[in-house]
């Protein structure tokens, strides 16, 4: 962040600010600007801040459930390292000098021409227009009523075709600034909700029976399916970055398709957009998982979202831990999220709970809390206006707060503890422990033995030979029973004394042999 802020401002490109990012953590109740790798596993919060000399503008990271106070004194103190980079920016600035911005030509209206369009609009009609219920519906009526004032413009063909887009974006322009005065001096939004409140919510869970786990999440015209599948040890997914190798046991993949906006599109790749959002989700639900030693499974979320119309990455925390309960996954407790939004006009400030698409491109800040009862788990903000201040922060995450309590009463109504059992179509996992010395027996010469055994009961096994962890894997819990008796058995002490039944398969002048 420090490098492009510093190549921009050096650069002929326009670019307004010099910008800093810090990662902040918290460690035995200190926050730590740029912490070491080795002591994040102690912190309370993972946090990457982004900002200018006045004010934070981006904020994405992950907390071990730590209260609101907290999250506004992290911000506090990572503005405060912002503005030491800011000022380091300055000075090597000033040493180098910068070059000459490049100027921007831009094709604009007449004057008289826009005066004419604005005065053509009937600010009632605006507002009953902006009110419509429903996104599809929202969208058709406004772009009905601006047909019709380009009509009344009387232009000819050509003109029209020349100026069409820039008089749509001075139209969009009006419609947000309708849409926002709405806000500030009546205290209605769009759909008709009060600035703190939530958009009806519903939740189902075991929606499909061959699934390990499933849950429908709807929030409002957003709706997110959760889908939960538990496999084997073996298949976690194997990390090999730049500076990091090993296994990942717990994944969330976000898939965004076309329909679920109305839209007709190829169905490619995730998006860079997808990833993000799978990753917030994931980082949110990562806490409440139970530690592998509890429950060996590596386990995948996959949100479909069915229909998007604003915060459908926090639509996929609730899906996600819906379905991990009805997984039988032992989380310790749900989590909720919920996206709040800001208008900030010179008369007046209101802060949105649960925003729509509409609201979040018109308004002046997207900030999802993700989190439980207890505290934030997640978090991801983007700041439109550089004057938000500590005490806007607070109101912004009590209010946050008060939402994802509501949202997680329904989820809790839903589903209020994991499953006893886990799905009949989930592996079975039975975890032994042997003396790791005797690892080598269960191998066998050339991993006969081994061999034997996932042949003749079906199962997979996987050996910790370091540790003499032994996991069976299987899909008949007989087998699997069987194969860690037989592990057991084969590694286990001989005491003199001890009686074994078996059967003679043959006999030589020297000895038996016997069948155990």
């Known amino acids: 962040i420090l490098g492009a802020s510093l190549a921009l401002n050096l650069s002929n490109v326009p670019f307004d600010g010099i910008v800093a990012g810090v990662r902040i953590g ?57 503005r030491e980079l800011v000022d380091f920016q300055k000075k090597i600035l000033s040493d180098v000098g910068r070059m000459e911005k490049m100027g921007i030509e831009k094709e604009e209206v007449p004057e008289d021409l826009l005066s004419k369009f604005e005065t053509m609009i009937d600010v009632e009609e605006l507002e009953r227009r902006i009110l419509t219920q429903g996104k599809h519906n929202r969208e058709r009526a406004l772009k009905e009523y601006r047909d019709s004032l380009f009509e009344k413009l009387e232009l000819d063909e050509e003109t029209m ?62 709706q997110s399916l959760g889908i939960v599948t538990l496999g084997a040890p073996m298949d976690e997914q194997i990390i090999d970055a730049l500076l990091e190798e090993g296994t990942k046991r717990f994944m969330l993949h976000y898939n965004f398709p076309p329909f679920s906006t109305g839209e007709v599109k190829p169905l490619r790749g995730p998006s860079r957009r997808e990833i993000g959002h799978g990753h917030l989700a994931e980082r949110a639900l990562k806490f409440v998982l139970p530690p592998e030693e509890e429950f060996p499974y590596t386990i995948r979320v996959v949100s479909e979202i069915l229909e998007s119309n604003g915060s459908s990455s926090m639509a996929t925390v609730c899906s996600g831990s819906l379905a991990l309960m009805d997984a039988g996954v032992p989380i310790k407790k749900h989590v909720a999220g919920v996206a709040m939004g800001l208008i900030m006009e010179d008369d007046g400030i209101a802060i949105l709970t649960d925003i729509l698409g509409m609201e979040d491109h018109y308004g002046d800040m997207d900030f999802k809390v993700a989190g439980t009862r207890d505290g934030i788990t997640a978090f991801q903000m983007d700041v439109k206006v550089g004057k938000v201040t500590p005490e806007i922060m607070m109101k912004a995450l009590k209010q946050a707060k008060e939402a994802r309590h509501r949202i997680l009463d329904i989820m809790y109504n839903t589903i209020s503890q994991p499953r006893e059992k886990i ?94």
């Open 161 to 222: 075709e020349k100026l069409k887009s820039k008089l749509k974006e001075f139209y969009n322009e009006l419609v947000k600034k309708r849409m926002r005065r709405m806000i500030i001096e009546k205290g209605i939004r769009a759909d008709g909700r009060r600035t703190d409140e939530i958009r009806p919510i519903s939740c189902e869970v075991g929606l499909f029976p061959r699934t390990h786990g499933s849950a429908l999440f709807t929030r409002g015209e957003t």
């Open 423 to 516: 799905s009949e179509y989930a592996p079975i996992i039975n975890v032994t422990y042997v003396d790791p010395l005797k690892v080598g027996e269960i191998i066998g010469p050339g991993g006969r033995v081994v061999k034997k055994l996932t042949r003749d009961y079906d199962v997979k096994i996987s050996i910790e030979d370091d540790i003499g962890e032994v996991k069976i894997i299987g899909n008949d819990e007989e087998k699997v029973k069987t194969v860690k008796k037989l592990v057991e058995d084969m590694t286990r002490d001989v005491e003199v004394g001890q009686v074994f039944e078996g059967k003679i398969t043959r006999i030589e002048p020297y000895g038996i042999f016997v069948e155990i």
């Open 26 to 82: 918290y460690i035995d109740g200190k926050f730590i600007v740029f912490p070491k790798e080795s002591d994040m596993e102690r912190s309370l919060l993972d946090i990457v801040v982004a900002g200018t000399e006045e004010a934070v503008t981006m904020v994405e990271g992950e907390a071990k459930e730590i209260s609101e106070e907290e999250m506004v004194r992290a911000l506090e103190f990572a503005h405060e390292a912002i």
